[in-house]
């Protein structure tokens, strides 16, 4: 995701990865483009075939370019991948109510 958001020109904020096989999970963050990735986790957990990957990514980029990182990205991942959930967006802006003069 890195790679192919940095290549596009997103600006990464986070992105974060969670991936969950049985008692076992590893966390995997980076906080900028080509950033030093930051794991955690159960790294000698058993293998296992079926994993839940759970994924956080602020990026300032079109929500169309997003989501085209993240599926050729899926795409190389080894099995099926079976998406459960999935919400690609970019919020408006903040509108405060009172403005200090």
Known sequence: MDRRLTEAGALIAHLKGLAVAGPGWVKATICANRAELDIEGDLMAAPSRRRTLTLNLRARAAPSLLEAALRGALALLP???????????QPAPPKPEQRMP
């Not at 079976?82 to 690609?88: F, K, P, S, T, V």
């Open 79 to 89: 099995g099926q991948v079976q998406e459960l959930a999935y919400e690609c967006f």
